[in-house]
C-alpha cells in the first residue's frame, strides 16, 4: 500500500522531550497533544484543552504488563473529561489528545461521538490493548459530507499516533512468515549452527491454555536480526516438569503490545517430544527466551546442549 507523505512539526513548550508535545501535521484539521500524567494539573489550564476532540489515555495496569490499557473519550471540551479521569483512573501514565485547532470548527457532539465509536471500534479489532471503557457506543447518524470530513480528522490522529509509539489502533502485521508452507520435519535436518529455534519458557497454565489451546506465544522478546530467522519454538516447561517438552513451526511472527514484544502464530499444532530436562544447567538458564536449532533441539538429551552463540 502506498502512504501518502506529510509534514509535522513538534512544539515542546518546556523543552523537555519526554514532556508536553504538541504536534501539528501541517495542512492538518486538528493538533495533536501528547502528555504525561503527570504533567496534568500544570497543564490543564492550556486553551487547547477546551476545544473538541477526542482523546487517549494509556498505561499499563497491575494485572497484565505486556499490553496497555486504554480508555478512549471525547468532549465538546476535552478538559473536563480528563479532569475527572485524573482524579478516578489510576491505569493512565500518559495522554493524546487530538482537538480542533480553532474553537469554531463545526464540530458537534454527534461529530466526536463518531470519533470515538470509530476508535473503539479499531481498538477491538487490532487485539494490541485492553480497553478500559465500559462498551462501544453506538454509531452516530452523519450526513455524508459530515462523516467525510470527520473521517479526515480522525486518519490524521491515526497517523500521528505511531509518531508518539502508540499503535494501538492499527491491525498487526506480521513481521516474519518464516515457515508458512512447512510442518515440524519428519526427519532431523542437516545439522547447523545458524539458530532457526526459540525456546521459550511457559508455566503450566500459560502453556496448557495458549501454547497447546491456542496453537500461538506472546508477550516475548526477539532480537531484529533473529526475525527473520526463527522457524520454530519451543515450549520449557518449568517446574516441577523443567524440561523442553513441545515444538511447533511458526506461521508467522507479528507485534504484540507496545513494548518490543511478539507474538508466534504456529503454522500446526504443537507437537511433544523427548523431555529434554535442564539436569546440570546453570540456574537461570531458563528464565528467558533462548535460542538453539532445530537439528540440536532433536538430538539433546538435557538443556545445557541446546544453546548455540549468536
Do not use: C
Amino acid at each position: 500500500m502506498a502512504f501518502d507523505g506529510f509534514t509535522i512539526r513538534i512544539y515542546v513548550p518546556d523543552g523537555n522531550p519526554d514532556g508536553v508535545r504538541f504536534i501539528d501535521r501541517m495542512a492538518s484539521t486538528g493538533l495533536a497533544i501528547s502528555f504525561p500524567r503527570a504533567q496534568w494539573p500544570r497543564i490543564r489550564s492550556r486553551p487547547e484543552f477546551e476545544r473538541a476532540g477526542i482523546y487517549v489515555l494509556t498505561g499499563y495496569a497491575a494485572e497484565d504488563p505486556d499490553l496497555p490499557t486504554l480508555y478512549i473519550g471525547q468532549g465538546d471540551g476535552v478538559l473536563d473529561r480528563i479532569d475527572s479521569h485524573f482524579d478516578k483512573k489510576v491505569f493512565w501514565d500518559w495522554g493524546f489528545a487530538f482537538v480542533t485547532k480553532s474553537s469554531d470548527s463545526g464540530f458537534n457532539r454527534a461529530h466526536i461521538t463518531w470519533l470515538e465509536h470509530m476508535l473503539v471500534t479499531r481498538a477491538r479489532l487490532a487485539g494490541r490493548s485492553r480497553l478500559d471503557n465500559g462498551n462501544t457506543p453506538s454509531e452516530p447518524t452523519l450526513s455524508e459530507a459530515d462523516k467525510a470530513d470527520t473521517n479526515l480528522f480522525l486518519k490524521e490522529f491515526l497517523q500521528v499516533l505511531p509518531l508518539v509509539g502508540l499503535r494501538a489502533f492499527e491491525v498487526p502485521v506480521p513481521v516474519a512468515t518464516p515457515n508458512t508452507a512447512n510442518v515440524v520435519p519428519a526427519t532431523i535436518p542437516i545439522a547447523s549452527d545458524e539458530p532457526d529455534t526459540i525456546i521459550a519458557p511457559a508455566q503450566k497454565d500459560g502453556f496448557e491454555e495458549v501454547f497447546v489451546g491456542q496453537h500461538a506465544w506472546w508477550a516475548i522478546r526477539i532480537g531484529g536480526g533473529m526475525l527473520p530467522k526463527i522457524k520454530y519454538i519451543a515450549a520449557y516447561q518449568s517446574q516441577p516438569i523443567s524440561a523442553v517438552t513441545h515444538v511447533a513451526p511458526v506461521a508467522s511472527i507479528e507485534p504484540y503490545g507496545e513494548d518490543g514484544k511478539y507474538k508466534l502464530i504456529f503454522t500446526e499444532p504443537a507437537k511433544a517430544i523427548e523431555p529434554i530436562r535442564f539436569a546440570d544447567a546453570p540456574t537461570g538458564s531458563m528464565q528467558g527466551p533462548r535460542y538453539t536449532t532445530y537439528a540440536r533441539l532433536m538430538a539433546a538429551k538435557k538443556v545445557a546442549e541446546l544453546f548455540v552463540r549468536t
